[in-house]
């Protein structure tokens, strides 16, 4: 089968699903197709460790019904596997089928990376992406006594406070001497260490073998612990999607590189999402698949829209512990940070974020100027210091 249509978007995460929807907001008769190949329409990533474990219904997290796709003529298909983009021709495969595009949009998101280590392959190792994953752990939590999460970066303590709720015992091991130390400076990382008593951090460490003979039965450290687990969760960062990029000869680093128009090397070839870079940077967020969505379509449909600041802020909440980072963290080692702090808590009066909770905000100044913030506890403050630091406004707009 050959079908032609005006825009073809690869991939139906959040940055897919904006950039089709922008398009039909600025183009109303260009005929639109959307490949993906996950089996459900788009839904929300985030719901995925904010919601309950328990109680996680895919139908809720999906972000528009079946209906809205046909009221704007938008054409999907689902369980798709994207062979090969030829940038020449202006086709995409997809086995014996192609489809031939005027604009295309590359977003076909990023995968998991699975760090290699003996035994992750075993069916009680899973990471968590899609709600395929959630349904899976939530399956394996019922039996289980003991879970291991490795990666200590938000989704892997947003999902070890989640097990602890249904008694299993959680121990979580992190590679890196700290806890998040691209967001956060040493003094918090310690503190959100040291706040989390509900379950077991370890880090600085190396995992040399996830182990059992039938079944996943503990994990092995390379300095000889080993900690009982009935499931693993893998939670250490996520690579982007580039292979049909790059196959089709458009410029890579990390990621696809785009300009602020969301335009990649290759001639009406625009991406967007957790598969690119801007100014070198791929913070694989939520709000930057949202921008850079808008950019892609808007632009792609025959408009003009340059991309901002990303909102690259960091939020974590758990049952024990709220904190927000923002900005530059004192991570620039040519720079010289003046650092203010304003401490309204008690020592280790530390909590989740109603607004009757005192804070602790740690402020990070170069050259005279406010670069990055932390906040644990009450996270009121974080709206203010996005706009001082980003200049982001409460809607998402520039300042």
């Not at 395929?132 to 303590?157: P, Q």
């Not at 130390?181 to 706040?195: C, G, I, M, S, V």
């Not at 401490?343 to 009757?356: A, D, K, L, W």
């Not at 100044?365 to 913030?373: E, P």
Request: include cysteine; charged fraction near 25%; glycine fraction near 8%.
């Amino acid at each position: 089968m050959n079908r032609e249509y005006t825009y073809v978007v690869l991939g139906n995460g959040n940055a897919g699903f904006t950039a089709a929807k922008t398009i039909r907001e600025n183009d109303k008769t260009g005929s639109i197709l959307i490949l993906s190949e996950e089996s459900v329409l788009t839904y929300s990533r985030p719901m995925l460790t904010k919601t309950p474990l328990r109680t996680y219904d895919l139908k809720k997290t999906i972000l528009y019904p079946n209906a809205w796709y046909e009221d704007k003529e938008i054409d999907v298909l689902l369980d798709t596997k994207i062979d090969r983009l030829d940038v020449e021709l202006k086709q995409v495969y997809c086995g014996q089928d192609k489809y031939s595009y005027d604009k295309c949009i590359y977003a076909l998101g990023a995968y998991n990376f699975i760090p290699p280590i003996k035994g992750s392959d075993k069916k009680e190792v899973t990471s968590i992406r899609t709600y395929e994953d959630i349904y899976r752990l939530k399956r394996m939590s019922v039996d289980a006594d003991h879970a291991v999460v490795i990666g200590g970066g938000v989704i892997g303590l947003e999902a070890a406070s989640e097990l602890t709720k249904y008694g299993i015992k959680v121990v979580v091991l992190e590679a890196l001497p700290v806890l998040m130390p691209r967001l956060l400076d040493d003094e918090t990382a310690n503190t959100l260490q040291k706040t989390i008593r509900s379950f077991e951090i370890h880090t600085d460490v190396a995992v040399e073998e996830i182990a059992g003979e039938e079944r996943v039965q503990e994990v092995r450290l390379k300095d000889g612990r080993v900690f009982p687990a009935d499931l693993v969760v893998v939670s250490a960062g996520v690579r982007a999607n580039i292979r049909i990029a790059k196959d089709a000869g458009i410029e890579c680093d990390r990621a696809v590189v785009i300009n602020e128009r969301a335009e990649t090397s290759a001639p009406d070839v625009f991406a967007c999402g957790d598969c690119c870079e801007y100014n070198g940077a791929n913070y694989a967020l939520w709000s930057q698949a949202a921008e850079q969505g808008i950019a892609a379509g808007t632009n792609a449909a025959g408009g003009d829209v340059r991309m901002g600041v990303i909102d690259s802020s960091m939020t974590l909440n758990t049952d024990e512990i709220s904190i927000f980072a923002v900005g530059d963290t004192g991570k620039n080692p040519e720079l010289t940070y003046k650092t203010e702090i304003t401490n309204n808590m008690e020592p280790e009066q530390f909590g989740v974020n109603p607004t009757y909770l005192k804070s602790f905000e740690k402020r990070f100044y170069a050259n005279g100027k406010l670069v990055g913030a932390t906040i644990i506890g009450n996270l009121t403050r974080s709206q203010v210091l996005k706009e001082e630091i980003l200049g982001i406004k409460k809607d998402g707009t520039a300042k």
